[in-house]
């Protein structure tokens, strides 16, 4: 731009105009924000926001000279928000304040279609309008810690799901996976076949046990089978 942004030309030319012009209308036009959801309505998937940054006005002053003004942008309402699915499924998440999200500014206005109009005019003549924001959460401010790129995952608060490459899936969370529980209960069990296995292969002796070793070595397999039970209760719900 020719002319800088706190002063105005005296004798501006041609190009001066067309760039304050053009800088205008880009000033006028709501395309893309970031934002910070403030609430979350589950019922009707909407969410309240607020931008992450304020508009700047340049106020004239008595030397012909213009100081920057930062104005807060309105609070933006019952914001439409994108659920990711198809086709009758869908992935949904728990959103709460604080979260991050990408405001998409509708061409036209929502208020028919969010009323369940599929076709007809719009109702009003707004264009890119504040009131016609759609909220996409999940925008990351800060990057994630040990991006997984080998499985596509799900993960909340320390649990996880996540599908390979391979067609495989881990199941975990902070302090348990579902494989690994499930190795050690397959031990336990072959530790309890091979018991069974001796104790009915032994001849028992009159007014004895069938198998004197039973009792020992019963123990050890049911410890093994009830510290199975927790982590599986520590890991599924």
């Given at each position: 731009?020719?002319?800088?942004?706190?002063?105005?030309?005296?004798?501006?030319?041609?190009?001066?105009?067309?760039?304050?012009?053009?800088?205008?209308?880009?000033?006028?036009?709501?395309?893309?924000?970031?934002?910070?959801?403030?609430?979350?309505?589950?019922?009707?998937?909407?969410?309240?926001?607020?931008?992450?940054?304020?508009?700047?006005?340049?106020?004239?002053?008595?030397?012909?000279?213009?100081?920057?003004?930062?104005?807060?942008?309105?609070?933006?309402?019952?914001?439409?928000?994108?659920?990711?699915?198809?086709?009758?499924?869908?992935?949904?998440?728990?959103?709460?304040?604080?979260?991050?999200?990408?405001?998409?500014?509708?061409?036209?206005?929502?208020?028919?279609?969010?009323?369940?109009?599929?076709?007809?005019?719009?109702?009003?003549?707004?264009?890119?309008?504040?009131?016609?924001?759609?909220?996409?959460?999940?925008?990351?401010?800060?990057?994630?810690?040990?991006?997984?790129?080998?499985?596509?995952?799900?993960?909340?608060?320390?649990?996880?799901?996540?599908v390979g490459k391979t067609g495989k899936v881990l199941v975990g969370n902070a302090t348990q996976n579902l494989r690994d529980?499930?190795?050690?209960?397959?031990?336990?069990?072959?530790?309890?076949?091979?018991?069974?296995?001796?104790?009915?292969?032994?001849?028992?002796?009159?007014g004895s046990p069938l198998y004197a070793g039973w009792a020992a070595g019963l123990s050890p397999v049911t410890t093994a089978?009830?510290?199975?039970?927790?982590?599986?209760?520590?890991?599924?719900?």
């Amino acid at each position: 731009m020719t002319v800088p942004i706190n002063k105005i030309s005296s004798d501006p030319s041609l190009r001066d105009l067309m760039d304050i012009v053009k800088r205008e209308v880009m000033l006028s036009l709501n395309c893309h924000g970031i934002a910070s959801v403030k609430s979350f309505d589950s019922e009707r998937q909407t969410i309240v926001a607020t931008m992450a940054y304020s508009k700047t006005y340049y106020r004239r002053n008595e030397k012909g000279l213009y100081s920057p003004k930062t104005v807060a942008y309105p609070i933006l309402m019952d914001c439409p928000m994108i659920v990711l699915g198809g086709g009758g499924g869908r992935v949904t998440f728990p959103v709460g304040a604080g979260d991050n999200c990408l405001i998409l500014f509708n061409d036209r206005d929502l208020d028919n279609w969010f009323a369940g109009a599929t076709s007809g005019p719009v109702a009003t003549p707004r264009a890119h309008s504040f009131s016609d924001a759609i909220a996409l959460v999940g925008l990351n401010q800060i990057p994630i810690e040990d991006y997984d790129t080998e499985r596509a995952r799900f993960e909340y608060n320390g649990a996880f799901v996540a599908v390979g490459k391979t067609g495989k899936v881990l199941v975990g969370n902070a302090t348990q996976n579902l494989r690994d529980t499930l190795q050690d209960l397959m031990t336990a069990i072959s530790s309890l076949n091979t018991l069974l296995g001796t104790a009915f292969g032994t001849n028992a002796v009159n007014g004895s046990p069938l198998y004197a070793g039973w009792a020992a070595g019963l123990s050890p397999v049911t410890t093994a089978l009830n510290a199975v039970n927790t982590q599986i209760g520590a890991l599924l719900e």
